[in-house]
């Protein structure tokens, strides 16, 4: 099967969140399912240096008049064939894919997106004449597009691809005013109620939702949440009229790229039932940001972008009953000014408890999970979520909101589930600073009692979690489409 992915983002090249991740790792998955997977990038300098061998495929003429070509070439070390849309004048700007550095999106992310979304459409129509997808893959509103481009312009003569189109935030729609419809070279019939038109607005998103054949987002549980009003963003009413083609496959962790066994970003080297490793890790990590060197109490860690989605509210609002019980905090992460300032400012009064990092390390990130004991995850809602799987592999117990892919993941302590083996981690339902300092609670207690503690790091460790069953559902999925 010939499946064409396309997103933004793709670790390791270019990264702000799970997404890369997932993109990064879903087409070698795929590939060892017996899928032939290529890729389609928008030409972010990062993408475009990432390319080897670039050859040019075609000049292209936009719906707007810009000539931009298509590049083809091999992604190196990740061993996947990819396009890459070299279009200087709308990707060549540094820092953050989306935003310029006063964290404005961009004014013409309109055309950014549509780029990429139609070029997936041409190669679908035989751009390339040595390669044609039989299914084109786009993940989150930057590749929504390319649905309605491919479902509009849809050429019966030719045999027919499909599209599937992976949900992985909906809270991010990609919104742009209706008079970007005609310079995007799509038909005036798009902009209605039965096709990509969101309160007057063009919405990337529902395009992706309204015009793909199958619609997938990355946890089950999320899945059936974005089907209700509270949690539907506006689009739950299209999401339950397509509920048939809509289903949740739980994203899985990239075992080469996240694994203490052999991680090199990491003091030492620790797998389960040889933890030795692990302690240094934490003496390092202490050691380096000025933390008391104690190893008697749980270090905390959060790896995480600053905002409204992640609940970290709840971490600022317990960090004083964090610190009385004797608990330590390791913060990486960046988002909101105010978030920022609020955990910076409370380092600054206890700098032998909580240590913060406002910013984006990659290699940070991977020392923090060796490091700490407990991975925090309260999000408000969770899509997927990736960091409370880092917890499992990295023996960092995730604590985190029952809510979207953390309830398809995490298994709370209680007695019955640590007696049959299944606990890994806590969790708490109801989203309330009473309900998350209970599970921190129940942390620190289950910390204290070293056999049983152990135990469930062990297990949560040896979680198969790899991307395997992920890509096999995908690659069932695909298989549908094409009968
Ligand atoms: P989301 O995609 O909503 O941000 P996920 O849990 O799916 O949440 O993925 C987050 C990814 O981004 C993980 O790989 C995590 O390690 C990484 N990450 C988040 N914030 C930072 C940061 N400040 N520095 C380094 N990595 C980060
Ligand atoms: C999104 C979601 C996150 C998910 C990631 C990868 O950024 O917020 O929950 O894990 O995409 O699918």
């Known amino acids: 099967m010939k499946i064409l992915q396309v997103s933004a983002e793709l670790f390791p090249l270019l990264k702000t969140g799970g997404l890369a991740d997932v993109a990064g790792a879903l087409p070698a998955a795929l590939q060892s399912e017996g899928c032939d997977v290529r890729v389609l990038l928008p030409g972010f300098t990062p993408l475009l240096d990432g390319l080897h061998k670039p050859a040019c495929l075609s000049d292209l003429v936009t719906p707007w008049g810009d000539t931009v070509h298509l590049l083809y070439g091999d992604l190196g070390a990740l061993g996947v064939k990819a396009y890459v849309i070299d279009a200087p004048g709308l990707y060549a700007r540094p820092g953050n894919p989306y935003e310029d550095a006063h964290r404005h999106p961009y004014g013409d992310n309109h055309r950014r997106f549509a780029l990429l979304g139609w070029v997936a459409s041409l190669l679908a129509h035989g751009l390339d004449p040595h390669w044609r997808p039989q299914i084109v893959h786009s993940h989150d509103w930057h590749a929504g597009l390319a649905c309605a481009y491919l479902a509009l312009s849809r050429d019966r003569r030719m045999p027919r691809v499909g599209s599937v189109y992976t949900v992985h935030n909906l809270a991010y729609q990609g919104l742009f005013s209706a008079h970007h419809l005609a310079e995007l070279g799509l038909p005036p019939v798009a902009m209605s109620l039965h096709g990509l038109e969101y309160h007057g607005q063009m919405s990337f998103m529902k395009a992706g939702l309204y015009y793909s054949d199958r619609i997938t987002t990355v946890s089950p549980t999320y899945a059936k949440e974005i089907q209700t009003p509270e949690q539907g963003c506006g689009l739950d009413g ?74 970290l509210h709840l971490v600022l609002a317990a960090l004083d009953s964090l610190v009385a019980q004797g608990g330590q905090l390791v913060l990486l992460g960046s988002g909101e000014a105010w978030m920022e300032q609020a955990f910076r400012a409370y380092a ?115 979680l198969s979690m790899g991307w395997q069953r992920s890509a096999s559902a995908y690659v069932a999925l695909y298989r549908q489409l094409i009968a």
Not at 238 to 243: A, K, N, T, V
Not at 391 to 402: E, N, Q, T, V
């Open 238 to 311: 299209l999401l339950r009229e397509r509920g048939s083609v809509l289903s949740g496959i739980l994203n899985g962790v990239d075992e080469a790229v996240w694994n203490p066994a052999v991680d090199k970003l990491i003091q030492s080297r620790y797998e389960a039932g040889k933890m030795a490793g692990k302690a240094q890790c934490r003496s390092a990590l202490q050691n380096a940001f000025g933390l008391e060197a104690q190893s008697t109490r749980p270090v905390f860690g959060v790896v995480s972008r600053l905002t409204e989605q992640k609940g």
């Open 348 to 462: 600054e009064n206890h700098p032998e408890s909580v240590a913060v990092n406002v910013g984006y390390d990659e290699s940070l990130a991977h020392r923090i999970f060796a490091a700490s004991d407990v991975t925090l995850v309260p999000s408000r809602f969770e899509p997927c979520g990736l960091t409370q799987m880092y917890g499992f592999k990295y023996g960092s117990l995730p604590l985190a909101h029952r809510v979207g892919g953390l309830a398809d993941t995490v298994v709370d302590c209680t007695l019955e589930d640590m007696a049959t083996k299944q606990a890994n981690g806590f969790i708490f339902d109801d989203f309330s600073q009473n309900g998350f300092e209970r599970a921190m609670r129940r942390a620190f207690a289950l910390y204290a009692r070293r056999k049983d503690w152990a135990d469930v790091v062990s297990h949560a460790m040896r």
